[in-house]
T-cell receptor, first 117, second 119 residues
Framework: AQKITQTQPGMFVQEKEAVTLDCTYDTSDPSYGLFWYKQPSSGEMIFLIYQGSYDQQNATEGRYSLNFQKARKSANLVISASQLGDSAMYFCAMRGGWNTGFQKLVFGTGTRLLVSP | EAGVAQSPRYKIIEKRQSVAFWCNPISGHATLYWYQQILGQGPKLLIQFQNNGVVDDSQLPKDRFSAERLKGVDSTLKIQPAKLEDSAVYLC?????????????????FGPGTRLTVL
């Protein structure tokens, strides 16, 4: 079965600093995808970044980068130069392959990030 | 490009009443998902449609929940009768092509959600 673990219930960071949000996963599928979503207080889930299990390079999208360590089964999100608008819940999610329900997203419990001025 | 639309945004009902939620996916997206997000948890998939057929409804409480996507576009999720534990945010998402295996086509995009409170 697929499982996503986010061990940090809350994180604090000062504006303009970088922050790393942890995510570890477990799956028996050789092919899978890892996603990070942001959920502001308004409730909408906003797609941030994607990493495929066969991707050789770590994914980057603007200020977001994904530190993918396949052997450790970790997919940490790094936000550089934090902004006040980054305050939100952040969810790590995994899409399995054919063995575990292709296209089904399994989410972690989330990390609440608070950016202070 | 318009995003995923959901209505209503908020709903308060008493237990044993019925409620329905509506979702309109991004134009051209073949796959539609309904998730339930209980406070303090990540979203949990309830049902997945590919066009107007059900792909996965293994976690849908079928004794009280039902969903349909009649013309392969918009969808409704119904709860009848509601229980206190159904209080949650119900999120709809859509993706272009779930079998593509490339992020541009299989990433799921979410709507704003419907916050349901059952009293």
């Amino acid at each position: 079965a697929q499982k996503i673990t986010q061990t940090q219930p809350g994180m604090f960071v000062q504006e303009k600093e970088a922050v790393t949000l942890d995510c570890t996963y477990d799956t028996s599928d050789p092919s899978y995808g890892l996603f990070w979503y942001k959920q502001p207080s308004s409730g909408e889930m906003i797609f941030l970044i994607y990493q495929g299990s066969y991707d050789q390079q770590n994914a980057t999208e603007g200020r977001y980068s994904l530190n993918f360590q396949k052997a450790r089964k970790s997919a940490n999100l790094v936000i550089s130069a934090s902004q006040l608008g980054d305050s939100a819940m952040y969810f790590c999610a995994m899409r399995g392959g054919w063995n575990t329900g292709f296209q089904k997203l399994v989410f972690g419990t989330g990390t609440r990030l608070l950016v202070s001025p | 490009e318009a995003g995923v639309a959901q209505s209503p945004r908020y709903k308060i009902i008493e237990k044993r009443q019925s409620v329905a939620f509506w979702c309109n996916p991004i134009s051209g997206h073949a796959t539609l998902y309904w998730y339930q997000q209980i406070l303090g948890q990540g979203p949990k998939l309830l049902i997945q449609f590919q066009n107007n057929g059900v792909v996965d409804d293994s976690q849908l409480p079928k004794d009280r929940f039902s969903a349909e996507r009649l013309k392969g576009v918009d969808s409704t999720l119904k709860i009848q009768p509601a229980k206190l534990e159904d209080s949650a945010v119900y999120l709809c998402a859509s993706s272009l092509d779930p079998l593509a295996g490339v992020p541009e086509r299989d990433t799921q995009y979410f709507g704003p959600g419907t916050r349901l409170t059952v009293l």
